[in-house]
C-alpha cells in the first residue's frame, strides 16, 4: 500500500486532533452523533488539504459548521399530504350548543356567587381570578396591602364555595382540561 502526502498529512496533522475535537463535540452538541461530525469533518478537510493553514482552526469551523447543519436539518418538519381528510377521524373540538348552554349557566351562577360577596371583596376576588391581575397589581389598584388582597381572595373563595355548597343546582365539581 502507497502512502501519500495526503495520509501524511493526515496522520500528521489531523489525527492528533481528533480527542480535542471529541471533547468540544462533547461540550457543546452532546445530542449530535460524534462519529458523523468527525467523519464527515474529516470528508471535507480531505477536499481542501492544499489551502489549509491552520489545520486545528479550520477542523474545529468545519466540525462547527457540520453541527449546525444538522441541527437545521433536525428543525424541517416534514409535510406529508393526506388525500383524504375526513379518514382522520379528527373530532370537532368546537363547543357543542349544550356545552355552550351549560357555560352560560355556570358564568350565570359565578355572578350570583360573586353578587353575595361584600364589594371589596367582590372587587379583589374579580380582578385576582377572573381577569387575572397580579396580587401586587390588584393591591396598588385598589390602594390595599398584598395581605389584605391575599385575605380577600381567601375569604371570597370560602364564601363563594359555601354559596355553591348550599344551592341545590349547583354544577358538578368539573377537572380541568390541560390546553
Not at 8 to 13: D, H, L, N, S
Not at 64 to 89: A, H, T
Amino acid at each position: 500500500m502507497r502512502t501519500t502526502t495526503l495520509d501524511i498529512w493526515f496522520a500528521t496533522r489531523i489525527l492528533p486532533l481528533e480527542p480535542g475535537l471529541r471533547g468540544w463535540l462533547a461540550r457543546h452538541a452532546n445530542d449530535i452523533d460524534p462519529d458523523d461530525i468527525i467523519q464527515e469533518t474529516y470528508a471535507r478537510l480531505a477536499k481542501e488539504q492544499a489551502g489549509i493553514r491552520d489545520a486545528k482552526a479550520y477542523m474545529f469551523a468545519v466540525a462547527r459548521s457540520i453541527v449546525i447543519e444538522q441541527l437545521r436539518q433536525r428543525r424541517v418538519v416534514k409535510i406529508v399530504p393526506v388525500p383524504d381528510l375526513e379518514s382522520l377521524s379528527v373530532a370537532d373540538e368546537a363547543p357543542t350548543h349544550e356545552s355552550d348552554l351549560i357555560s352560560r349557566q355556570d358564568i350565570g351562577l359565578l355572578h350570583a356567587a360573586l353578587a353575595q360577596l361584600p364589594e371589596k371583596c367582590r372587587q379583589v376576588l374579580t380582578l385576582r381570578k377572573v381577569d387575572g391581575l397580579s396580587q401586587k397589581l390588584v393591591a396598588r389598584r385598589l390602594g390595599l396591602s398584598e395581605s389584605t388582597v391575599e385575605k380577600h381572595v381567601a375569604a371570597g373563595i370560602k364564601r363563594c364555595a359555601a354559596w355553591f355548597a348550599a344551592r341545590q343546582d349547583a354544577p358538578p365539581a368539573r377537572q380541568m382540561r390541560k390546553q
